[in-house]
């Protein structure tokens, strides 16, 4: 859609440039990059003033707090207090009559990121500037129109905060859950105290390798398919506590045939040799002859003695990540890594099978609460990019969006009720 105007982003907004000493204001609040998540209109999270050093940049409530570092990461905040902030954030104040909200989502917009890191500087740091993007054109909205965007972007935003809020909630009940399971178990009875912590009375203590057949996975040595050909393979970049993420699956090519015994099949355990070892996740059979990289070992039950593999999945992840009791079991290298000897020799519970089935059907009833929020937020997130690049480019007229509509959650009455203080 053609607009008659454009307008510039040094047209709705101006650098705010005011250096200060972070010892002069300890109390105040302290926002760095870290504080920051892409594509997110708000930050996650905050630190104080006191716990920094060198000058940092003032900023006001309703001003935007722009990621100049790596700009394709898409880091950028609306300020809802004073504070003081990482000189790596540019801190752009709108101009009267301005909504602040519009100036932030401007600089989401999928075309000002792939315009802000076409002027970036410097090849490990790679940065944009304020003389760069201040250039950056999109149609000229009227003030009507800012406020009229900005409510629409801030609806789905928090519907996409409030999916968030919902799976941390999960996730912080599933680390309840795994704390009292592993250690009462569910029949109630007297506990005994082990290497590993507390444990019920009945509940043997064996090894990995005494339960499992462990085997790494294939050596890749420059053998990396490209497209579509080779063999499908997964690394520990896949594999992440309690679940495999199959969007960027490599392939590898190989030149005498699969080796059956690398193929992975349902249930088998993979567990994540270096990195942030003990990862682990269960492979369920979505890719057929699947392979696994060295950097993994495989997990299968062994015919002597029957293991769930969801429950020592969700051991591990418990004894390495929760309650360290797997600390210091990488061996001594520059980079640390789980070898197979030390994997095998590491204790695991073990209750009776049909306790381990119960355990792990309570733990997958809060597994699925979570995924079903995870892929809630994914399509409010492709929601979200659509809309943004749609409504700053013009595509969509602001007057064409109905703010009453129910079609998005959380808007019942068509306003938004987080709206940015007045400003100083």
């Known amino acids: 859609m053609n607009f008659a105007t454009t307008t510039r982003l040094a047209d709705l907004c101006d650098l705010a440039a005011e250096n200060v000493d972070p010892r002069d204001r300890p109390d105040a609040v302290y926002i760095g990059l870290e504080h920051l998540a892409s594509g997110r209109f708000l930050p996650v999270g905050t630190g104080k003033a006191s716990e920094v050093r060198s000058h940092k940049s003032a900023f006001r409530p309703g001003d935007v707090l722009y990621g100049k570092l790596r700009p394709y990461l898409d880091k950028a905040v609306l300020a809802g207090n004073e504070g003081v902030c990482t000189t790596e954030l540019l801190v752009l104040r709108a101009k009267e009559g301005v909504d602040p909200r519009f100036v932030a989502g401007v600089v989401h917009s999928p075309a000002f990121v792939e315009y802000a890191v076409s002027g970036v500087t410097g090849v490990q740091h790679p940065r944009t500037s304020w003389p760069h993007i201040r250039e950056f054109v999109l149609p000229a909205f009227t003030p009507d129109d800012h406020r009229t965007i ?48 507390p444990l019920p009375k009945s509940w043997e203590l064996e090894t990995i390798g005494s339960l499992f057949d462990i085997e790494q996975g294939l050596s890749l040595k420059g053998n990396l ?3 579509d050909t080779g063999s499908p393979f997964l690394r520990t970049s896949n594999v992440y506590w309690g679940r495999i993420e199959l969007q960027t699956v490599s392939r590898m090519r190989l030149d005498n045939g699969i080796p059956e015994k690398k193929m992975l099949r349902d249930d088998d355990l993979l567990v994540c040799e270096g990195g942030e070892i003990g990862r682990a996740a269960v492979w ?26 969801r429950f020592a999945m969700a051991w591990l992840e418990e004894g390495f990540k929760h309650r360290g009791v797997y600390e210091g079991a990488g061996n001594r290298t520059t980079i640390p890594n789980l070898s197979r000897s030390r994997l095998a020799e590491l204790p695991i519970p073990h209750p009776p099978r049909d306790e381990q089935c119960e355990i792990v059907a309570i733990l ?47 808007n019942h009455t068509g306003r938004v009720t987080a709206r940015v203080p007045d400003r100083e």
């Open 150 to 197: 900005s409510d629409f972007l801030w609806i789905i935003q928090e519907a996409i905060r409030a999916s968030e809020n919902l799976i941390e909630s999960g996730r912080s009940l599933k680390r309840a859950a795994m704390g009292t399971l592993f250690t009462r178990g569910l029949r109630g009875e007297l506990q005994k105290e082990t290497e590993i912590g």
């Open 225 to 227: 398919a490209s497209g």
């Open 284 to 309: 369920n059979g979505e890719i057929e002859r699947c392979l696994f990289q060295n950097h993994l070992h495989r997990l299968r039950s062994s015919d002597s003695s029957w293991t769930h593999p």
């Open 364 to 410: 997958d009833a809060i597994d699925r609460k979570v995924e079903l929020h995870r892929g809630k937020r994914a399509v409010l997130d492709d929601l979200f990019k659509t809309l943004l690049h749609e409504l700053m480019t013009g595509e969509i007229r602001a007057a064409d969006l109905d703010n009453g509509s129910d079609a998005f959650p959380g």
